[in-house]
């Protein structure tokens, strides 16, 4: 796993009073994307994203397991195991950034602040800088975040056939939902 | 004399109709339904608990991929924002939980399961982030 995720949480659950804790995670966050074409609907759906945000300083992780990424079709996720996301290879995808303006993110007040995100995107064995928005809505208690980007395949050695380019879009939509709980509650 | 060349684009046409349908099937065909697979290990939830967090690479290779059936206390029920629910096993002993995120068939009757019952569940081994995952799972008992 994220030797990163699970030091911070064993971490900030021994030393962080559970007042003063600042720290949210999830375990089952929403991760889709989509590669299709109008030839062919490509959609994967992965509801065990791992991720913890430290509201104090912005900074953000997030990873999610290839294989827990599910498809409507067999063949279909078959392929993308074994063929483009070499899954036995490269088991996780992981997100390692901050918040850019979190100095503007108000996290006593409950409302919705658009943010920029940013950092670096492992996928493939191959690590990328990313930048994209998002909104973060905060609640009585909880924190929710959904954003979006794309992500081109081939930046990520994430090689398409001939065969199958009109089926398969060379930009992945990326779609994050998630619904962050205190560390400590 | 006729008759052979007619034969023979009968069986021409026979194998490429077969061909046509075996390559729609298998085009379509959903993913596994684990009610109809027989589960490669079954394992209390506390013993492949300690075998992730002792080894997590040996772990891997012995259950990633594979069909566990887990048996375990519930520690809790999660769903996540798009409302799919899963049950997850664990003890004060561990950190971490086994996370069985259950099919759309099972998201009905998991959602009374208590904490602190004993349950029996079905699903495929993706491995380990802050907790063991399994999805596609289905309830035993």
């Known amino acids: ?185 | 004399m006729k008759s052979k060349p007619v034969l023979i684009i009968s069986i021409i046409l026979l194998f490429f109709t077969g061909a046509l349908c075996t390559g729609y099937y298998l085009y379509n065909k959903k993913p596994a339904d684990l009610r109809n697979l027989k589960p490669d290990v079954i394992i209390e939830c506390a013993d492949l608990l300690d075998q992730f967090a002792n080894d997590e690479q040996q772990a891997d290779s012995v259950f990633m991929n594979r069909v566990i059936q887990v048996h375990g206390t519930v520690s809790g029920i999660s769903t996540d924002p798009q409302g799919i629910l899963s049950i997850n096993l664990g003890d004060d002993q561990h950190v971490m939980m086994v996370s069985c995120e259950m099919t759309e068939e099972f998201q009905n009757a998991s959602s009374g399961i208590e904490t602190g019952s004993q349950v029996t569940v079905k699903g495929q081994c993706c491995g380990m982030l802050m907790d063991i995952i399994l999805v596609k799972c289905i309830l035993i008992n």
């Open chain 1, 1 to 185: 796993m994220s030797n990163l995720i699970l030091t911070l949480l064993t971490t900030a659950t021994l030393l962080i009073p559970a007042d003063q804790a600042g720290k949210y995670f999830t375990r089952s966050g929403n991760v889709s994307f989509n590669c299709g074409t109008s030839l062919e609907k490509i959609e994967g759906v992965n509801h065990k994203a791992a991720s913890v945000l430290d509201a104090s300083t912005g900074q953000l992780e997030f990873t999610v397991l290839i294989k827990a990424f599910i498809f409507d079709r067999a063949l279909m996720e078959d392929h993308f195991n074994e063929n483009y996301m070499e899954s036995d290879k490269y088991p996780k995808a992981v997100f390692k950034g901050s918040i850019q303006n979190n100095s503007t993110v108000d996290y006593s007040k409950k409302g919705t602040y658009h943010v920029v995100v940013s950092g670096d995107l492992t996928i493939h064995g191959v690590t990328k800088p990313i930048r994209t928005e998002a909104d973060l809505t905060v609640m009585d208690k909880n924190i929710a975040a959904k954003g979006g980007f794309n992500v081109n395949l081939s930046d990520f050695n994430i090689e398409i056939p001939s065969l199958v380019k009109d089926k398969i879009d060379k930009e992945a939509k990326i779609v994050i939902d998630i619904l962050y709980e205190p560390l400590n509650k």
